[in-house]
């Protein structure tokens, strides 16, 4: 059974910065991509980062590009999140998964997943 745990989450002032963990069990991250997404209130979950199997090619939502980077520990099945020079339209929980593929934009829509953690709740003050 798949088990994700996000972590790392917290309250900061605009242009801070935070580092999300996703610790795996049940999988094992460098034999799938990986990626994150996050749901405002009252909003649809929605896609913020990839990561592909090999470990090196990335796929970012336009918001988000230039300001988070996604990376992974194999020695400890985790994936993370940089987040830098965060804005209060970044507030959301954060979520991460194992993506079912790369490349195409179907398998970076939250619809196509139907487990998930429970969250990291971030939140940034103006």
């Given at each position: ?5 996000e972590s ?63 990376s ?10 940089q ?44």
């Open positions: 059974q798949v088990q994700l745990v790392g989450g917290g309250s900061v002032q605009a242009g801070g910065s935070l580092r999300l963990s996703c610790a795996a069990s049940g999988r094992t991250f460098s034999d799938y991509a990986g990626g994150w997404f996050r749901q405002a209130p009252g909003k649809e979950r929605e896609f913020v980062a990839a990561l592909k199997w090999d470990g090196v090619i990335t796929n970012y939502a336009v918001s988000v590009k230039g300001r988070f980077t996604i992974r520990d194999n020695a400890k099945n985790t994936l993370y999140l987040m830098t020079g965060l804005k209060p339209e970044d507030t959301a929980v954060y979520y991460c998964n194992f993506l079912r593929g790369f490349g195409d934009w179907y398998f970076m829509s939250a619809n196509v997943y139907d487990s998930w953690g429970q969250g990291t709740q971030v939140t940034v003050s103006s």
